[in-house]
């Protein structure tokens, strides 16, 4: 059997030549049968003895294979550039999705359409809803221009500009950080915990208005930062309560719930994105 170890044997195809209710697990000899030529051939041959009977029966199992046929195996072509198999895959040269639809688009006729479920669509704004928020002033909705003087200083930042006071539906410029002497620069907001702090006689406007508004949105510039309890205290003095926010966001607010409520139940102090 020297010169069976350097082959490597392939599994055998089986050719029973006896009914397979027959067969046993008990085998009795085993032999092996020389190649011919350039063909491999191995055969076994089992005895096996039955149990109903004392006869024994002859298995012969059989396989040939040429040396040619083990060298050559069939080759998997492989694309350089592979497709994915589904729109949603999640491989890296997957292309995104024409729809995000779930399913086929739908052509019934009772589907509903978000759009007329905005209650406010029809609703006109008012006319002191801010269009646009500028680093030295404010944009209204009625076309009127709050600020606009500002003038950017190196290392100081944007001097001069305008806020807005929007109380009752009229607009008031509206400048916290001017002194109260004509000699008298422009003061900081911030303190020196780092919370806005205005003096009362900012506030004086909420002060004549009756009634006063329900909520005051308070926009304190390019940045959210807290309030003083000082200012908090006088505010909350005059029955109005308080929301704060960066400028931006509280313009947004303001719009939305001027809307809403009306102007007269909603009041906003602005300062611009500037400061």
């Known amino acids: 059997m020297s010169h069976l170890r350097s082959t490597s044997f392939l599994r055998p195809r089986l050719l029973v030549h006896s009914p397979r209710s027959n067969l046993s697990s008990s085998c009795a000899s085993m032999k092996y049968i020389s190649r011919e030529s350039n063909h491999l051939r191995s055969a076994y041959t089992y005895t096996c003895a039955t149990p109903s009977s004392s006869q024994s029966r002859s298995i012969h199992i059989q396989h040939s294979q040429s040396r040619t046929s083990l060298q050559k195996r069939p080759s998997i072509p492989i694309s350089p ?30 589907q509903t359409n978000f759009e ?24 209204l909705n009625s076309g009127v221009k709050v600020g606009g003087d500002g003038v950017f200083v190196k290392g100081k930042g944007w001097m001069r500009g305008s806020g807005v006071l929007l109380v009752g539906g009229e607009a008031f410029g509206w400048r916290p950080w001017v002194g109260e002497g004509e000699g008298e620069g422009e003061k900081g907001l911030v303190n020196e915990k780092g919370q806005f702090e205005v003096g009362d006689e900012a506030w004086g406007v909420l002060g004549c208005v009756w009634p006063r ?11 959210m930062r807290p309030i003083s309890p000082k200012t908090r205290a006088f505010i ?3 029955g109005i309560r308080i929301e704060i926010a960066d400028t931006r966001n509280a313009a947004a607010q303001f719009n939305l719930l001027a809307t809403e409520r009306g102007v007269g139940t909603v009041a906003a102090a602005l300062v611009p994105i500037g400061r």
Do not use: M, W
Request: proline share 12%.
């Open 213 to 223: 508004p329900d909520l005051l949105v308070l926009g304190l510039g390019k940045e």
């Open 81 to 110: 550039n592979p497709q994915p198999s589904s729109p949603y895959s999640s491989n890296t040269y997957s292309h995104a999705p024409k729809t995000h639809d779930r399913g086929p688009e739908s052509e019934e006729t009772t």
């Open 116 to 139: 007329t479920l905005d209650v406010l669509g029809n609703t006109p704004s008012p006319s002191t809803s801010i269009d646009a928020c500028l680093s030295d002033g404010f944009h």
């Open 236 to 238: 909350n003095g005059l």
